[in-house]
């Protein structure tokens, strides 16, 4: 008997209520808006309202794929962040209570910075793999905070993807072998008492290319497909320009050659969501997939790689290959309204919003009703998170 192929068979986003123009935060800071734009290849950063947070927007992009798919045959939800909202609780148990998904469901919530949603989508393939009548949903999502005036201000960002892992997908068919890296750094981090992230900003960079490098060659020990086969890569993008880098990176590093367009046609239509939204660390790969499938419409029947890196670090090389008429399945429409219709703030919003006052000591607060999505944070009381739909 064939084993039956398995990979994602849907795929949706979404991200905030507002958005913070960097051309607004460049005018701000009185730098040169073209640094934001060309040098780093980003043009605005998603801001959470005060009643959002990882958990509405992972709930808001599992919505539409509950609703295509139903729930009866998801048994595990797994759900990736480094951005988490407790210590101990996963953020997928009230996703699945928002959602009313049934009970015979296994839930937990898996770390490591940026990387995590790549775990999650290898331990979700390895469950369908023992029983492909399975499904498995794939949530990540994530909220980049800096602290403001600092050089990685500029590189925030927030989203969430939702994916659904089956057997016989109606997208991508992911293959073995992938290719994984591991070396205990510091280029990234965050503390349990802070709220934003410590970051070595040059060192993450020159992190992240080594780790490109060094799973890329993982890959190949084990048999992968040379470069030149790969129609696209979905890069982590924590700014667009990263993924030219990197790729560069990678080029130069199994001596191809490349040029501009070359760079373009691999990475382009993949940068289009990251470009507008900012980095959302662990969905930022997916984003990237998402964007590229539903700017491209020549990728029946061909191979692309997803390049995941997490600060700390650890990185790893998927390829998959896309499944004819993917192009009926995607959610084009649905994803670029996300983007679209999030509302531009001025700077001193931006300013209340990254610095909320909240209680810690269980006292009842009522956030303000702000988000336009399907599900917010209501109250925090007693210490606990009160979520709602807001239909
Ligand atoms: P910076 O040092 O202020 O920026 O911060 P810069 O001076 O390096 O300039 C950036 C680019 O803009 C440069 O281009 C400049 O030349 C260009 P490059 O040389 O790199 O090609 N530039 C201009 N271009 C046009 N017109 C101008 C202009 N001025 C300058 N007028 C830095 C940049 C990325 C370091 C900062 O934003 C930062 O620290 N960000 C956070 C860290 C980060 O994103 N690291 C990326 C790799 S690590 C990673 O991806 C993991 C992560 O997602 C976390 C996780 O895993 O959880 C971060």
Request: some cysteine.
């Amino acid at each position: 008997m064939t084993e039956p192929a398995i990979g994602i068979h849907d795929l949706s986003l979404a991200t905030t209520h507002y958005r913070l123009d960097l051309a607004t935060l460049a005018h701000h800071l009185g730098t040169d808006p073209a640094k934001f734009h060309t040098g780093l290849g980003q043009d605005a950063m998603s801001v959470p309202a005060a009643d959002e947070d990882i958990v509405t927007m992972a709930a808001a992009a599992a919505r539409p794929i509950i609703d295509r798919h139903g729930a009866d045959r998801i048994r595990t939800i797994l759900f990736a962040t480094e951005t988490g909202v407790d210590q101990s609780k996963a953020a997928g148990l009230y996703v699945h209570g928002l959602l009313g998904l049934p009970s015979a469901c296994r839930i937990v919530e898996l770390k490591q910075a940026c990387y995590s949603a790549t775990a999650a989508l290898q331990f979700a393939t390895a469950l369908v793999a023992r029983d492909p009548t399975q499904q498995v949903l794939v949530l990540a999502s994530d909220i980049a905070k800096y602290e403001r005036g600092t050089a990685a201000e500029a590189t925030q960002g927030a989203a969430a993807v939702a994916m659904l892992v089956t057997a016989d997908p109606r997208l991508l068919r992911l293959e073995v072998p992938s290719g994984v890296f591991s070396a205990d750094i510091s280029d990234f981090w965050r503390p349990n008492y802070r709220s934003e992230a410590v970051v070595d900003g040059r060192a993450s960079i020159t992190a992240y290319q080594k780790a490109t490098v060094e799973a890329w060659n993982d890959y190949r020990r084990h048999g992968g497909r040379d470069l030149s086969e790969f129609a696209a890569f979905c890069y982590h993008q924590p700014f667009t320009n990263m993924a030219y880098k990197a790729h560069r990176h990678l080029l130069e590093s199994t001596g191809a050659a490349a040029g501009a367009a070359d760079l373009d046609t691999a990475l382009a239509a993949a940068a289009v969501y990251n470009r507008a939204l900012g980095n959302s660390y662990s969905a930022s790969a997916y984003l990237a997939l998402a964007s590229l499938l539903d700017h491209r419409d020549d990728l029946d029947q061909r191979p692309v790689a997803i390049i995941s890196y997490g600060s700390g670090s650890v990185a790893e090389i998927l390829s998959g290959v896309i499944v004819p008429g993917y192009r009926n399945h995607v959610r084009t429409a649905a994803n670029t309204n996300a983007i679209d219709l999030r509302e531009p703030i001025g700077y001193a919003r931006y300013e209340e919003l990254h610095d909320p006052e909240l209680p810690d000591d269980g006292s009842h607060h009522e956030l303000p009703a702000e988000t336009s999505g399907p599900y917010r944070l209501a109250a925090l009381t007693g210490h606990k998170r009160i979520y709602q739909p807001t239909g």
